[in-house]
């Protein structure tokens, strides 16, 4: 019994207690609905390293969307769509091994289609607000489409969570991924340029997930893409108001009522705005109207992989680490889900039902002057990577 736990906590660990079992091999191009990767196997019971692809059901004009299964040698398991570039499912282990799903969405695609506050997919061209759609840039003003009242949220009113992206599986020798490309064309929701973007979603054998993006443009543009995951350490089976949270930021940039930045960046001490050590989300989240829906000022500054934020669930033990070479990250509480959602495994999403953390340069960036610039210049290259690392305690 002994021995068996702690065979199970080196795998949870990624410690290489399976290395020499699994040799992984390049990924044979995926055919629908089959295995693509993954030797014969060890032994029974211990999960191999391998990359599935299904077909996911289609869109109204029929277009396919295909999802992927990303299995890492310690059974975690991440299932990403082409529909938005979309994180669909993350298995990972709790303290006793049990693996479990945490992030809210969908089983289906419909329900995606149907209603979705963006569960998991990547959002852009610009991730979060712009005031008012408007920005100007070298002399130009720009209108972007307006989805939030008055202002442009996500990318407008269809935004790359909306989009069917191109995908191609691979594999490392110690990671499985997928590559997920899409072009968004000059005037797309009222943007400047092509822009070609690229999406790399990694699961290593060390327990992380990986997420890259590239992109290149022919125009000055803003750009600023994340992963809008909500997580949920409890599997969805209560809200996450029980989370530990530490943020390695000093300082957040206080909005007005529309949640549009006023352009300060205020220190957090002494505020319940304060994650420098950990608290519980819901220690103080009365005292924050409506709820938390913040930008935090990494103190990095961006730029260079860091820590950026830890989270904790006691009960089950997990743990997510998340780095970031970004300046900033939104902490979301779920304040607008209102239970008129029912997810996966039957789950009824009610408000703080789950947490986002999304990496970014800070909201309404291109009115700011005094915000780290998000504009991406022809000839230059957007290049950022953020890592969600899974473990327990
Ligand atoms: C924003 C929230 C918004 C949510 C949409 C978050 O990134 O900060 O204000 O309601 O996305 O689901």
Not at 42 to 62: E, H, Q, V, Y
Not at 382 to 390: D, E, G, H, M, S
């Amino acid at each position: 019994m002994r021995k068996s736990l702690l065979v199970l906590a080196l795998g949870v660990l990624g410690i290489g207690c399976f290395h020499g079992l699994v040799g992984c091999k390049k990924a044979a191009p995926p055919k629908e609905s089959q295995e693509s990767i993954g030797p014969a196997g060890p032994a029974k019971g211990i999960p191999t390293m391998n990359i599935r692809k299904d077909g996911f059901g289609k869109l109204p004009d029929g277009t396919a969307v295909d999802i992927f299964t990303l299995t890492n040698r310690n059974g975690l398991k991440a299932r990403i769509m082409t529909y938005g570039a979309t994180l669909v499912s993350l298995e990972t282990p709790d303290r006793n091994g049990a693996l479990a799903d945490c992030v809210l969405g969908y089983e289906s695609l419909d329900g995606y289609l149907k209603a979705s506050p963006y569960f998991g997919a990547t959002v852009g061209r610009v991730g979060n607000r712009i005031a008012k759609g408007h920005f100007t840039l070298d002399g130009k003003t720009y209108t972007l489409a307006l989805n939030n009242d008055a202002n442009h949220l996500h990318g407008g009113l269809k935004g790359f969570d909306k989009v069917v992206w191109s995908a191609e599986s691979f594999s490392e020798a110690d990671a499985v991924g997928v590559k997920f490309g899409y072009l968004s064309k000059d005037g797309e929701e009222g943007y400047p340029g092509n822009l070609n973007i690229t999406v790399v979603y990694l699961l290593t054998n060390d327990n992380e997930l990986r997420i890259s993006y590239e992109a290149t443009t022919d125009k000055a543009t803003p750009v600023n893409l994340t992963n809008h995951s909500y997580f949920n350490f409890t599997a969805g089976v209560r809200d996450i108001l029980g989370h530990e949270l530490m943020l390695t930021a000093d300082r957040y940039t206080p909005v007005d009522k529309g949640l549009i930045p006023t352009g300060k960046l205020d220190p957090v001490k002494g505020t319940a705005m304060d994650f420098t050590t950990p608290f519980t989300i819901g220690a103080r989240i009365a005292k924050v109207e409506g709820g938390y829906d913040h930008n935090y000022v990494l103190n990095s500054g961006g730029g260079t992989l860091a820590l950026a934020a830890r989270v904790y669930e006691p009960e089950s033990g997990r743990i997510m680490e998340i780095l970031t070479d970004q300046p900033g990250i939104q902490f979301y509480t779920g304040n607008f889900l209102d239970g008129t959602i029912t997810g996966t495994g039957g789950h009824v999403y009610k408000k703080n039902w789950g947490f986002c953390l999304e990496t970014q340069h800070f909201p309404d960036s291109p009115n700011h002057a005094n915000f780290p610039s998000s504009i991406l210049r022809p000839g230059q290259v957007y290049r950022t990577v953020t890592v969600l690392k899974f473990s327990v305690k």
